[in-house]
């Protein structure tokens, strides 16, 4: 599907490459509604949601209140902090193997597939 191009959108995805943060919506939507007065939540999903659809970032569902964006595009995995919601890049090996292995047992066709750890970062473990 085309849309025309928007300058918010633009924004959007330049905000969303300039951060490793995976930040919410409402983040967003705060860092550009200084620049756009006309700029509501609703359009920055709906941004958001184009930009999905074209490829240009991926949305990160933890099962958590709040959705996640991130504007990096190389496959890479994650590691959420259990105690400060935080969710930081794991610049580690993607393993492709595991999608030709657990093929036999789909008994279909694996595209992707998606590593989560779960823990305490760094900052968080300080505090203790
Ligand atoms: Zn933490
Ligand atoms: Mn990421």
Redesign the pocket.
Known sequence: MQYRSSKQRKRILELLRSTDTHPTASWIYDQLKGEFPALSLGTVYRNLRILQEQGEITHLDFGSTFDRFDGRMEPHYHFV?E????VMDVMMPVLSDMETFSCPQVKGKVLRHRIEFFG??Q??LKQD
């Open positions: 902090c105690r400060c919601g935080k305490i970062c900052d968080c």
